[in-house]
């Protein structure tokens, strides 16, 4: 080969390797940023609020003692299931039975009393009986003084008796409450339920509460029956949330399990009461749902998760969430302080159309399109670091298997 060959062959090999480079850039240039992409359709969304708190029963008791004294019974353990009026201890009765008979002999002696000074009129009236059955037979036999002195004796007898039937009564009533505080040296069970706390033990001294100071807490009852999880609700929330909306709540002592719920009862106070002037933030208010079928391991005092579902929408158009981003104003001006709009980017030949839209509920997963998207669009859903960089006319490709239907 001649030289001058060579050299033809040299440029045309530069050329080509220039021209490949150019054709190169262009293409990459004319491909555009990578996304995903997702049909708009119709789906059935379900719209919950997340919130998290315990496990109670319902009603439970608290239970604890009126009168002071040692344990010298105590007939079931915690966890033990009881029946209303059933015996769960006793406390050493034997001060009180001495004050019961204290209080007998008190009333005995009252009643004595009585009697004797029923018997003290008696002989009274027929003193003064006697003596104006003599002043009727004449002047000179009974002065006016010994029959007024008689008459005041019947007067005062009168009143002594009326004293000592009230000593009977206060006779009677301070049996009545020995009598009562010694019945309550046995404690028994108000409700039937689970012994869900033991705080005594045979043998321990039980301390009766006063004003400023409470009294010991035996032990707590609980009827699970009926059990509720109690969750806090942030106060932006709670507006959508009505009684009766059905919830599925999640314990942690069961993983892998749902349990079906209904709400029972919506707070009307915060459940921290804020001060005036405190700079606290979320405010929480207690929402109660009933479980409709707890199971029989259930605990109080079990942490929850709940969703409380708040709106069901059938065959509603739908697009991910994250398709959906905000935009200014196309008439904002620059120090505009408009409300940003929310839209989604239609995918078009290649190209990324801004396309402002209606949301209506929120699903887990898909926003509802209330207008601006009709079914079969095409729709950017992803990566959201791209959908956030995008601008309307920006060209796009989709990336290998980044297109989805999504499923209804």
Do not use: C
């Amino acid at each position: 080969m001649s030289g001058t060959r060579k050299i033809l062959v040299a440029v045309l090999v530069v050329l080509l390797l220039g021209g490949a480079g150019v054709l190169t850039v262009v293409n990459a240039g004319e491909r555009g940023a990578e996304v995903r992409v997702s049909e708009v359709r119709e789906r059935d969304l379900v719209s919950t609020i997340t919130a998290t708190g315990n496990v109670r029963a319902r009603r439970k008791v608290n239970i604890s003692s009126d009168v002071m004294g040692r344990v010298i019974e105590l007939n079931v353990e915690e966890g033990d299931e009881v029946e209303a009026g059933s015996v769960l201890l006793r406390i050493d009765p034997s001060q009180t039975e001495a004050a019961v008979s204290r209080a007998r002999a008190q009333l005995a002696q009252a009643r004595a009393q009585t009697a004797q000074q029923r018997a003290s009129l008696v002989q009274a009236e027929r003193e003064a009986n006697r003596i104006r059955a003599l002043r009727d037979r004449g002047d000179d036999l009974v002065s006016t003084q010994a029959v007024e002195e008689a008459e005041t004796q019947v007067e005062v007898q009168q009143a002594l008796l009326e004293s000592a039937e009230h000593g009977v009564d206060q006779a009677q009533a301070s049996l009545a409450e020995v009598e009562d505080q010694l019945s309550r040296t046995t404690i028994i069970a108000p409700i039937s339920g689970r012994v869900t706390r033991l705080n005594i033990e045979t043998g321990e001294t039980v301390v009766v509460g006063t004003t400023n100071t409470p009294g010991s807490l035996l032990l707590t009852i609980s009827d699970l029956s009926v059990v509720e999880a109690v969750m806090a609700v942030d106060e932006t929330d709670l507006p959508r949330i009505t009684l009766g909306d059905s919830a599925t709540v999640e314990l942690d002592a069961f993983p892998r399990r749902t349990f079906a719920a209904r709400v029972a009862k919506i707070g009307n106070s915060a459940i921290q009461e804020q001060t005036p002037g405190s700079s606290q933030g979320a405010v929480d208010y207690e929402v109660i749902l009933t479980l409709l079928d707890p199971p029989e391991a259930l605990r109080p005092d079990l942490s929850a998760v709940a969703d409380i579902i708040v709106e069901r929408r059938e065959g509603v158009l739908s697009v991910p969430i994250i398709s959906v981003t905000t935009r200014p104003p196309e008439d904002a001006d620059e120090n505009d302080d408009d409300e940003e709009v929310e839209g989604v980017f239609l995918l078009s030949d290649g190209t990324a159309r801004w396309q402002e839209v209606e949301l209506g509920i929120t699903g887990r997963d898909y926003f509802e399109i209330v207008s601006g998207l009709q079914v079969g669009d095409s729709v950017v859903s992803g990566p959201f670091a791209r959908i956030r960089s995008l601008s309307d006319g920006d060209a796009v490709r989709v990336l290998d298997g980044g297109s989805s239907s999504g499923s209804r």
